[in-house]
Structure formats: C-alpha cells, structure tokens
C-alpha cells in the first residue's frame, strides 16, 4: 500500500518562497514517475510539475521558471522549491504517482501566499 505524506506548506508573502517534500512509501520509489497537483476548492485538480524516474521534469505554464521539482530516492522523497509565489498560487498541494495516481491520496499540504 502505498503512503504519500506531505509538509512544508505554510504562510508567506507574495514573491516569498516555500519548500514542500513529499515521503512515498508501500513502493520501489526509485522506479516511479512523481508528480506534484494542487487543488482549490471547487477546481479540478491541476498538475503542476512532474519528474520521471531517471530525473527529467515537465512544468505546467503557471509555474515555469518559478518552481523545481526534485527527487531524492535514498530519502523516498520527491520535492517542490516555489519561488516568486503568487496569490494564485494558494492552494492545497499533493504529489502522488505520475502519470496513473495511486488511488490513495494524502492530505497534501496548505500553501497560503498574501498579497
């Protein structure tokens, strides 16, 4: 079974910068494609930045050149750096498996950005 369990999120200025980490476990980690989705309420979920086994990384629009997925897979742990953030920005954030999600999400984490 898989477990995916978020942090990092919190409250920052607009222009500030987060880092969110994301620990997987119930899976070889190493062999699977991430990816980072965000939710606001009454939206479908969107996704935001992706990265494959091997390393290589695909943006959506919104964020390019703003945020870096990473992954680090002695830690089974995949990783969002944000910067520049913008009150659009504010949501709640998930990674999970990419590009088929596992069934089971985790309670994400809550970035709020004032303007």
């Known amino acids: 079974q898989v477990q995916l369990v978020e942090s990092g999120g919190g409250l920052v200025q607009a222009g500030g910068s987060l880092r969110l980490s994301c620990i997987a476990s119930g899976t070889i980690f190493s062999t699977k494609h991430m990816a980072w989705y965000r939710q606001a309420p009454g939206k479908q979920r969107e996704l935001v930045a992706t990265?494959?086994?091997?390393?290589?990384?695909n943006y959506a629009d919104s964020v390019k050149g703003r945020f870096t997925i990473s992954r680090d897979n002695a830690k089974n742990t995949v990783y969002l750096q944000m910067n520049s953030l913008k009150p659009e920005d504010a949501t709640v954030y998930y990674c999970?498996?990419?590009?088929?999600?596992?069934?089971?999400w985790g309670k994400g984490t809550l970035v709020t950005v004032s303007s």
């Open positions: 990265i494959t086994s091997g390393g290589s990384t």
């Open positions: 999970n498996l990419h590009p088929t999600p596992y069934s089971g």
